[in-house]
């Protein structure tokens, strides 16, 4: 199997800046693709910006301009740098793993636990 184990959310005021980071362990064969999602109160789960192993990235608009996601391919690590953060940035973001798994054939998606990320004053 394989763990993914999100790290770096907090309380942060309105115009500042975290970063995000997330390893993938366990049986992996290959990562395909890393991605950070989040869930706010009373809203579905979204996509904020994800990343392949060749480095082609995808952005949700929302986040387009404040948000770089990066993946360390050595380290099956993937991070996340959110600026200007707005109150509306607030939610619980997930990190995702599209890998495949030693033994197996097909990519599976795997997801940590969340980390709460608040912006406030």
């Known amino acids: 199997q394989v763990t993914v184990v999100e790290s770096g959310g907090g309380l942060v005021q309105p115009g500042g800046s975290l970063r995000l980071s997330c390893p993938a362990s366990g049986s992996i064969f290959s990562i395909n693709a890393m991605g950070w999602y989040r869930q706010a109160p009373g809203k579905q789960r979204e996509l904020v910006a994800a990343?392949?192993?060749?480095?082609?990235?995808n952005y949700a608009d929302s986040v387009k301009g404040r948000a770089t996601i990066s993946l360390d391919n050595a380290k099956n690590t993937v991070h996340l740098q959110m600026n200007s953060l707005k109150v509306e940035d607030t939610a619980v973001y997930y990190c995702?793993?599209?890998?495949?798994?030693?033994?197996?054939?097909?990519?599976?998606?795997?997801w940590g636990q969340g980390t709460q990320v608040t912006v406030s004053s």
């Open positions: 990343i392949t192993n060749t480095g082609s990235t």
């Open positions: 995702s793993a599209v890998a495949i798994v030693r033994g197996r054939w097909s990519p599976e998606t795997f």
